[in-house]
């Protein structure tokens, strides 16, 4: 079957940094996103990764190991503004988005 | 520029009732997507479109159904509402099917089944 883990959920500090991982199992990749989402909205693109390695979008990073079956996002300088859940999606061979159960990170002051 | 919209906001419906939950895009983006979104649980696609005419069976297809006449419109229908279904519905869209794209979301449908 096919499966993405993310931690439920993580806290951190306002102006610190905090990874947040996620493992995948599918059948076939094509790429993987991150996504976040505010309590009660629509979930908003972050970024993706297709190859190996970090991708930097100004305080946000994502990076990939296909070969590990793993990424993690970076949220650096954090703001309280940041308190949202994220989620991780990964593009399967049929060019459909297996999505996990998302990471709620809460920013204390 | 809308990009995609969604009605109802929120529904209380009747167990047995038939719904439809509307979904339009203006950004004429070809393929769509309907996921619902449970409490502990990632978004499952329900239905999706890779251009107006076609239509294909997502991860929870069952009590479901969907139409594409055009490129802009992609309703949801419940046929017979059951209480499993009570959910938040996400409508998506993205520019090209069957390649790397991003998908927008709509702001969403929260539907209770009683």
């Known amino acids: 079957g096919q499966n993405i883990d993310q931690p439920t959920e993580m806290t951190a500090t306002e102006g610190a940094i905090v990874q947040i991982n996620c493992t995948y199992q599918?059948?076939?990749?094509?790429?993987l996103f991150w996504y976040q989402q505010h309590a009660g909205e629509a979930p908003t693109f972050l970024s993706y990764?297709?190859l190996d390695g970090l991708e930097e979008k100004g305080r946000f990073s994502s990076f990939l190991s296909r070969s590990k079956g793993y990424s993690y996002l970076l949220l650096k300088e954090l703001q309280m503004k940041d308190s949202a859940s994220y989620l991780c999606?990964?593009?399967?061979?049929?060019?459909?988005?297996?999505w996990g159960a998302g990471t709620k990170l809460i920013i204390k002051p | 520029i809308a990009g995609i919209t969604q009605a109802p906001t929120s529904q209380i419906l009747a167990a047995g009732r038939r719904m439809t939950l509307r979904c339009t895009q203006d950004?004429?983006?070809?393929?769509m997507y309907w996921y619902r979104q449970d409490l502990g649980l990632g978004l499952r696609l329900i239905h999706y479109?890779?251009?107006?005419?076609?239509?294909g069976k997502g991860e929870v297809p069952d009590g479901y159904s969907v139409s594409r006449a055009n490129t802009d419109d992609f309703p949801l229908t419940l046929a017979s509402a059951v209480p499993s279904q009570t959910s938040v519905y996400f409508c998506?869209?993205?520019?090209?099917?069957?390649?790397?794209?991003?998908?927008?979301f709509g702001p969403g449908t929260r539907l209770t089944v009683l």
């Open positions: 998506a869209s993205s520019t090209l099917a069957g390649e790397l794209d991003t998908q927008y």
């Open positions: 950004m004429r983006h070809n393929a």
């Open positions: 479109s890779n251009t107006a005419g076609t239509t």
């Open positions: 599918t059948s076939g990749f094509n790429g």
């Open positions: 990764n297709v």
């Open positions: 999606a990964v593009e399967d061979s049929n060019y459909q988005l297996i």
